[in-house]
Every structure is written in C-alpha cells, then in structure tokens.
C-alpha cells in the first residue's frame, strides 16, 4: 500500500488498557523464560497496534494542520499518551523486578533494562493530567507557528516559504524578509513568552512531583542520558566555547570578507557567496529522482531502502500552506513504515533532507529486524550520528544535486555543521538556565539568551533588530518549546559525524562498514557504546575536540572561497 492508503482507525483506550494490563499480570505469572518472551511478544504486538495508529494520525495532522478530523485525532492522543505511557511504566516495573531478569538480559541485553530504569523514574500515574497539558501546550505552540501567513512579495507565506527570501542573494531582500519573520514572531511575542512561562512552571511542577529537585534533573532522565550527566555536558559545553567558537569567528570573519561587507549582520549569516548559495538544480521531483539514484549507487542496502520509500510514498516534502513547519522522520511499526515529512523551499535544505532525515529513516528501516521496539531508536543523540553522518557520507553523489555548484555546496555544508555546534551549545545552556531558575520571568529569560549569545556566538549582530536584540531568537526553535534539552544531542552526534567525514575522506569501505554497523545495532547500545562500536572517540574526552576538528578546519582553510 501507499501511504495515503494506510487505512487509520482511532484506537479504543479502554481495549488497550484491558489488554495491556492483563499481558503484565501474565507477564508478572510466567514460570519461565519461554513463557515470559512468549508474552513480551504479545505486549510488543499491542503497542504495534496502538502505535501505528497514533503515528499515522500525527503524520496526517502535520501534513495539513487545518484538516479538523486528524486535528481531533491529535488533540485524542494528546490526551491518552500519557495514560498510554502509563501501561508502559506497569510494564517496565515488571521488567526491571522479575525474577527471570538476568535470563531476560541475556536474551535482550542490558540496554532494555537500562530503558526500563529510566522509564520508571521519569513517569507515575499522578502525573498524568499534567502530562496532558503539557501536550495541549506543544501542540498549541506547533499550531501557532504553522498558522503563520506572512504577506511578502505579493503573496503570503509559511515561515518555511520565507526561507529562500531569507537567503536572498540581495541583502534589501534579505533584510526585509528577516524582518517580515520578525514581525509574525513579535506580534505572537506575548502568546509565545505565555506558552513558555506555562511549560516551565508545568515541568517542573511535574519534576517536583516525581521527586526531583528540579526538571533539569527529569530532562536528562527523559533524555534517556545513562552514560553521561550534566557535569559531563557542562565540560563539554566549555570545550566548544574553547575549539569551536574562535573557528566559528574567523569563518565569519571569511563571510564577511567574502560578501564585502563593513558589517555582518544577522540577516547575512544564511547568506554565502555575492553570487547566492548552491541550490539544486531541479523541482522536487528531480530532487527525489537524484536522490534514488544517489541511494541506488551508495549501497546495496540504501537502494532497497530508496526504492522501498519512493515505492510506498513514504514522503511529503513540500512546503505548503497549513502544513507544519520543520522536518522530521518517524517509524510505523505495523508497516515496518519509516516516513518522512519536510518542507521543499528551493534551497539547499531540501537535499539536506533526503541525507540527513533519511539517515534517520535507513537506520530504522535496517534495525527494524531488532527484536523490541525499545531497540528500532537509539537514544535521541545516537540517533542524530545517524543523521548528519549520512550527510557526509553521501557527498560524492552532491554533484547530482548542484553540478557545477558542488563545491560552493560543499564548503557551506562543511562550515556551516562546524558553525552550528556552537549554536546548539548555546540553546543547551540557555535551557538549563531556564530549568535552573523556573520562575525567572520572561524578560529575564530574554536577557540570558542574549548574554548566552555573546559568549558562543559574539559575531552576532542584529544591527536594528529590537526584537532579537532584547533576546528573543530562541522563540523559533521548536524543540525548545517541544522536545526540552533535545538539543546538545545535535552538537554531539556533529562532532561524531565529522569522525565519519574524515574517515570516509580516508577510507570510504570502513567508514560505510563502520556506519551500517551501528544501524543494524539501533537502540540495541547507549550512545557511548555505539560510539565506540563505530570506532569513534567520544565527544566527553578531553582529546577528541581538537583532533576532530583540526582536519575539518585544515579542509576548510585550504579552499579559496573567494573564488566559489
């Protein structure tokens, strides 16, 4: 079947809690390992049933946020995930007491058992209701950003469909469109601070009630962080401000000059070269057919994934009106289904997609053979090596994409991933700020965001801008709002994707080998065992930081961008 036929059904709660619970009490019963798997099959078949359901209800309300059926959906399982997550954590105190645990870590693993820990501190029944004002929140914040409708150059548009406007090659373009974004964000400013201060008050509401001293300490748990803590991300977060934030300042430095400016403002960092950035040659369409033909040469194993995505119509990728801003790859369990959602601008972004949401998707759809759901994902910032990896890994096919732009493609690939990290550092730190001091007010949250900036980022100027220059550019990033401390994990998985980078710059057969490793594992390992499975040094040690990005910057100094 295709997507659009996959037929949706809203799930009956009650019939799933009735047979939810009665799998626990049999699970709770069994006399030996036999049995005991016999019956964690049937509650991985239930949460198939129940998830399916739920992700092609999401998927189908993103694609179009006005469709009232799917946004009753929605607003359904906003409601009973929380009462769902609740059968989950009955599951996994069975799991972690029963008596046949050490069989059952021999046949799964440790990691299911490491999951289940975490699992029981991050949930209890008494915080169901706040959970589901927690997803009435997000899905009000998501809401609002999809119903922008920005009037620009004779039409309105999505703040997705501003984004070519934004990397205008005409700085008055650039400005103006900035500042059109601007004005949407500023005239919801006080809706936007509102919803904020509501899911910091309520987070840690909820934290409190779980026994924490505050929802920092909740954010890693329901991070799934198991090997590494916040004093450890804290080290981190200062060796980026140590390696990464000169490199990043001369580089925009070099923008500067290239672009022959006096001044770099805000408006011309998404801006390259005088002559405009590389973007594809081509509609979506030839987009999507360079892309399979891209996948087809890679590996045997991305042209069956390829194929298998483009066959089912597993993509939406277009940007269009009432669609939800963003991109994102999810899995259908019962379809052995990975989708994945984005929104085509016409800029370099939209090949971005087919390497960085598919590396996400050809993990899932190569691990999907693992024996329990918990093992389809990695953990959030495993995940993401998937991810920006593949970026790197599929560079020899970019001259599909951008012919005779390819190497103007590749320098802004390159220094751009180089220039985020210290973008995801300061949106880290600017959370645990936050979840640090939760009754901080609006002004004061703004205020910290903006000294944050002059520290990771003290390039940045806003010229003008009173809006961000008070501290409120953190107000477009979604997962600040939606997914809270969903954000170092970026920064880390990019110092293990330029790893990659480099390895395949030296030996292309051992970085693939090394990659498809460690998709076939999955969720199977915590992300410091996946990063030593995929001989990679981790981004905790001390070494790592200047190693990795010495060949980066070497590569990057060694091009003549003025010449691009």
């Not at 959906?73 to 906003?78: A, K, N, T």
């Not at 936050?434 to 980022?457: G, I």
């Not at 170092?488 to 994707?497: E, P, S, V």
């Not at 200047?546 to 990057?556: F, S």
């Amino acid at each position: 079947m295709k997507f659009h036929e996959f037929p949706y059904q809203r799930p009956s709660l009650e019939k799933v809690e009735k047979d939810f619970l009665q799998c626990v009490t049999q699970f709770k019963e069994a006399s030996d390992l036999e049995a005991a798997i016999e019956v964690i099959q049937q509650i991985n078949a239930l949460r198939t049933e129940f998830e399916t359901q739920r992700e092609i209800a999401m998927i189908r309300m993103t694609i179009d946020t006005t469709d009232e059926f799917y946004q009753a959906e929605q607003d359904y399982f906003d409601e009973v995930s929380p009462i769902y997550e609740n059968l989950l954590w009955q599951y996994s105190l069975a799991l972690v007491n029963s008596p046949l645990r050490s069989a059952l870590e021999e046949k799964y693993g440790q990691q299911l058992f490491r999951l289940a820990d975490m699992a029981i501190k991050g949930f209890h029944p008494s915080i169901i209701e706040l959970l589901q004002q927690e997803n009435r929140l997000t899905t009000e914040y998501q809401k609002l950003m999809a119903s922008a409708k920005i009037p620009f150059e004779g039409e309105e548009r999505t703040l997705s469909q501003m984004t070519p406007f934004v990397q205008d090659k005409d700085r008055t373009m650039r400005k103006n469109a900035s500042l059109a974004v601007t004005g949407f964000m500023h005239e919801h400013e006080e809706e936007i601070d509102r919803i904020y201060d509501d899911l910091v008050k309520l987070r840690t509401k909820i934290a409190k009630k779980l026994g924490f001293s505050n929802f920092v300490e909740l954010g890693y748990v329901r991070m799934n962080r198991m090997d590494y803590n916040a004093k450890m991300v804290e080290g981190y977060r200062e060796a980026v401000k140590r390696y990464l934030v000169p490199i990043a300042t001369k580089l925009r430095e070099r923008q500067k000059q290239r672009l022959g400016l006096d001044t770099l403002y805000y408006y011309d960092e998404s801006i390259n070269f005088t002559n405009g950035n590389a973007v594809p040659q081509g509609n979506p369409d030839w987009i999507l057919e360079q892309g399979k033909t891209m996948y087809d040469e890679l590996s045997p194993e991305t042209k069956a994934f390829f194929s298998f995505m483009v066959e089912h119509e597993l993509l939406d990728l277009v940007s269009k009106k009432g669609k939800s801003g963003g991109g994102y790859c999810t899995y259908i369990p019962g379809y052995q289904a990975p989708f994945i959602f984005s929104n085509f601008n016409g800029t370099s972004g939209d090949v971005d997609v087919l390497t960085h949401e598919a590396g996400h998707a050809f993990q899932v759809f190569t691990s999907k053979s693992q024996p329990l759901p918990e093992y389809y994902w990695p953990t959030y910032e495993s995940a993401e090596i998937f991810s920006m990896s593949m970026e790197f890994l599929t560079w020899p096919w970019m001259n599909l994409f951008f012919k005779e732009q390819e190497q103007k493609y590749k320098f802004s690939h390159l220094s751009g991933s180089l220039l985020f990290v210290p973008y995801g550092v300061c949106v880290d730190a600017f959370q645990h700020y936050v979840y640090e001091n939760p009754d901080a007010s609006p002004a004061e949250r703004k205020q910290a965001w903006r000294q944050l900036e002059k520290e990771f980022l003290p390039h940045r100027d806003y010229e003008d801008n009173a809006y961000f220059e008070q501290g409120a550019f953190w107000h477009r990033q979604s997962h600040i709002f939606m997914s809270p401390f969903y954000y170092i994990d970026y920064t880390l998985a990019q110092i293990c994707a330029f790893q990659f980078w480099q390895k395949a710059e030296q030996d292309r057969p051992k970085a693939w080998q090394d990659y498809l490793r460690i998709c076939q594992a999955g969720g199977s390992k915590s992300f410091l065992e996946l990063v030593e499975l995929a001989d990679l040094s981790s981004p905790f040690e001390a070494s790592t930081m200047a190693t990795t990005m010495a060949p980066v910057e070497a590569y990057l100094a060694s091009i003549d961008d003025l010449a691009l």
